[in-house]
């Protein structure tokens, strides 16, 4: 596999489309000990937990795979966290459970899938509401991890029943721990304390270079481990990375947020909060609408300190503001807002070359590699050129913002943000428009790839929504129409863009109960062993083209695949199209027209419906060729 320009190719020189789905939703907790994740206990002893067993049991492997390919998907997102491989201590690597994996992604080899390994974390930890992260990245900072609920630090789903009366945890509220302390602290050490935090350090070292350097080394270790395993083409360097506080032009206000949910703390109330200072935080909430608030709540009540003694907070030790006297004050609200005497941008000046450290020290043992890079959710992309890390995929992800966070759907309306003024947006209504809006959305990001990335090939690397949308009817009813509807409108903007993606995504483990096990996200395509919505997702595509696609279209309310293709005499292995028997059965019950037609043309059409493909031979013909695929 190698990459021509925007597209990726096999050793053939056909142009893929990679299609598949994030595995899984579940490896963001460890397996062991067995307490649920949204339980206080799974926080305890994060020296003695396990992962072995994420995504899936071993012996169970090949099943879930022969699954997966039945279904038309080739590629495959895996996740791993740094938890997972170093949960004991720097430098202290989990090899029972980088031997499981290697077990795993050699079965998903010889199952013929290719595999983008993915470093994945939201907003840091599971001790800041999300996962990533060993334990003791916070406690070299002296954070007393019983403390980051209790002063606001941190809203975490296994404490947040505890602190709030018994109050069931609101959805998709842990995405506003990016605005947290603890979050925004870790992320903005991790990416720029040698700007911003310059005499904070870590046995002799700065604590960026202190926290980079271990990431860094850890993810290489795995890296060897996994040499051996030819399904991996490629690696992530970090999913979904955050500026924390980098950028902000005034630490009074609420900047960098494109979630706001609960109370939400400015930094500098942040600040104080996470130094034992009771503090009133404006209550939000996000709505069809927008975001609005809607009340007012007090943080840290109890005047509790995050850090331990002889720990302090390490933006009060740079000066940015001072407690002295007892109230405190904000002394430089802009400390973040600058970069070398120019405004600070997160993807250029940090990022970036995080990403090309990442890569470079990846490539040192194997420069075949592919690295998968991201931007801001929602934000910016990093630049790239030819003097940056090579073999790289803009691997963006896109979700339907008020189908995500409001869990339910309907075709007809839509928000578009406003990217100046997260509380405002554009509705969108009407099914065309809304359809149009998504397609739309897909196509500002290859656009920008185009003309600021070098034109990179772009894997759609998340997307998808809700199963539990509209407090869960469909399990009750067995009625998955909208959820179809929402999908298929989704993959028909990936068509129509000719994107690369990756469904989020597929937890073997997933249960209607318990969702995902992860903050009471339900975003997994099984449930219970089973496909849920198929028909929104599972549909024809063409796998591999000997030649350029041009068009693809799928109508499921018909049941006709368009496929419009020029061909490249010089390949003489077939075009691919994968064909699901759930839409068009065994022959006879298939037409395929071609255009020009057999017999004018030497293009040939056959159908393996035990294989559930189609396969097009050129011949040598040199052209545009239409097929279309009908029942």
Request: include cysteine; aromatic fraction near 12%.
């Amino acid at each position: 596999m190698d990459i021509k320009g925007r597209y990726i190719i096999d050793e053939q020189g056909r142009t893929l489309i990679l299609r598949g789905c994030n595995l899984g939703g579940s490896s963001k907790y460890p397996l062991r000990p067995g307490s649920t994740n949204r339980h206080p206990d799974s926080l305890k002893d994060p020296q003695t937990v396990s992962f072995v067993g994420r995504p899936f049991p071993l012996e169970a492997a090949e099943a879930h795979f022969d699954q997966l390919s039945r279904w038309g998907f080739t590629f495959i997102r895996f996740l791993i966290t740094w938890e997972a491989l170093e949960h004991a201590g720097p430098g202290c690597y989990d090899e029972a459970y980088l031997a499981y994996l290697r077990k795993i992604l050699r079965i998903a080899g010889d199952k013929g899938f290719s595999v983008v390994i993915d470093p994945h974390q939201d907003v840091w930890s599971r001790w800041t509401g999300g996962d990533g992260a060993p334990a003791w990245t916070l406690d070299t900072l002296g954070m007393d991890r019983d403390q980051l609920d209790p002063s606001g630090a941190a809203l975490t789903q296994q404490h947040y029943g505890a602190l709030h009366g018994g109050a069931p945890f609101p959805r998709m509220i842990w995405s506003t721990n990016y605005n947290r302390y603890a979050t925004a602290t870790m992320f903005t050490l991790f990416f720029a304390g040698n700007t911003y935090a310059p005499d904070l350090s870590i046995d002799g070292e700065s604590i960026q270079d202190w926290l980079q350097e271990r990431y860094l080394a850890c993810m290489r270790h795995c890296f060897r481990r996994l040499k051996d395993c030819t399904a991996i083409i490629g690696w992530g360097a970090m999913n979904e990375p955050h500026p924390g506080f980098i950028g902000y032009h005034d630490l009074s206000m609420l900047e960098n947020c494109s979630a706001a949910l609960g109370p939400m703390p400015s930094p500098f109330q942040a600040m104080s909060a996470a130094s034992g200072h009771p503090v009133t935080a404006p209550e939000y909430t996000t709505d069809i609408w927008g975001r609005r608030i809607v009340g007012q709540q007090t943080l840290n009540p109890g005047a509790l300190s995050l850090f331990k003694p002889g720990f302090t907070c390490p933006w009060k030790q740079a000066g940015v503001w001072t407690d002295e006297g007892g109230v405190p004050r904000l002394l430089r609200p802009d400390h973040f807002a600058a970069y070398q005497g120019k405004p600070a941008r997160f993807t250029e000046d940090f990022l970036k070359p995080f990403m090309n450290r990442f890569a470079e020290r990846i490539r040192e043992l194997n420069n075949r590699t592919f690295f998968f890079i991201e931007g801001i959710p929602n934000g910016m992309h990093p630049t790239w050129s030819s003097q940056d890390a090579p073999k790289t995929v803009n691997a963006f992800h896109w979700y339907d913002g008020p189908t995500l966070f409001t869990k339910s759907f309907r075709s007809w309306i839509t928000l578009s943000p406003d990217p100046k003024q997260a509380s405002r947006g554009k509705l969108i209504l009407g099914r065309k428009n809304v359809a149009a809006y998504f397609t739309r959305s897909l196509t500002e990001v290859l656009t920008w790839t185009g003309e600021h990335m070098g034109d990179m090939p772009c894997l759609l690397g998340e997307f998808g929504l809700p199963f539990d949308m509209n407090r869960g009817r469909a399990f009750k009813t067995g009625d998955y129409h909208l959820h179809e509807e929402a999908l298929s409108l989704y993959y028909d903007a990936v068509d129509a863009n000719l994107l690369h993606s990756t469904i989020w995504n597929y937890t073997a483990d997933n249960t209607h109960e318990e969702g995902d096990g992860w903050n009471d996200e339900d975003l997994s395509i099984v449930s219970g062993g089973a496909g849920r919505a198929l028909k929104g997702w599972l549909r024809p595509y063409p796998m591999a083209t000997a030649g350029t696609p041009l068009r693809i279209h799928w109508d499921r309310k018909t049941g006709i695949l368009s496929y419009r293709f020029r061909t490249d005499p010089r390949i003489t292995v077939p075009t691919e199209l994968f064909i699901p028997p759930e839409w068009f059965g065994p022959k006879p019950g298939i037409t395929i027209r071609l255009d020009p037609p057999e017999g004018t043309q030497p293009v040939e059409a056959a159908y393996k419906p035990e294989l559930g493909r189609i396969f097009l031979t050129n011949n040598g013909y040199e052209g545009v060729v239409d097929c279309i695929v009908s029942r």
